[in-house]
């Protein structure tokens, strides 16, 4: 049952994008295929907003002061305890430094984390929830749970490792080409 949605999505997707047949030629022999990925970022993106509106609708009628960047650092600070620094978080949310570094500086001021140095190491910065910062994760986590479970509605565990496997996979292929001239 699950392969059968997953197809359907698949053949969902490969309807309403433009289905192309090209030509290629490698070493004088041309090759015709088809490229059912034209458009697919588009879909990543409208999925990603419509994930990011949601979440805001949510703070907003709960009265959370909170933007999606400063949700993302808050929670990556909270599931890294007392070794959280600012560069490993910068890394595991794949944000530069400046940003990072800002969006930092905000949660500092509303009175949500505090900024120090690692004893053992004077460059690198540590970050710390304060109470206040503690509280409001245990008053979003609810609403943060309930959006998640919402999310994956009609999704088997099935579909949603195929969904990792394959975003994991389209990153890679990126990644990989990047390197390349």
């Not at 015709?32 to 609708?57: A, C, N």
Request: charged content about 30%.
């Amino acid at each position: 049952m699950a392969v059968v949605k997953l197809q359907l999505f698949f053949n969902f997707v490969a309807l309403t994008t433009k289905l192309t047949i090209n030509s290629v030629t490698f070493g004088g022999i041309s090759t015709k295929y088809m490229d059912r990925t034209e458009g697919f970022g588009v879909y990543i993106d409208r999925t990603l907003k419509k994930v990011q509106s949601t979440f805001l609708q949510v703070f907003a009628e709960n009265s959370i002061d909170l933007t999606i960047e400063q949700w993302v650092i808050l929670q990556r600070v909270h599931l890294e305890g007392k070794d959280a620094s600012q560069a490993d978080i910068a890394k595991s949310n794949f944000r530069n430094r400046a940003t990072t570094s800002r969006v930092i500086s905000g949660l500092c001021k509303k009175g949500l984390l505090r900024k120090s140095r690692f004893r053992d190491d004077q460059k690198r910065f540590k970050l710390v929830m304060t109470e206040e910062g503690t509280n409001l994760m245990k008053e979003v986590m609810p609403f943060i749970k309930n959006l998640r479970k919402a999310s994956t509605l009609g999704i088997t565990e099935e579909e949603f490792e195929i969904f990792y496997k394959v975003l994991d996979q389209l990153w890679e292929n990126f990644d990989q080409y990047e390197g390349r001239s």
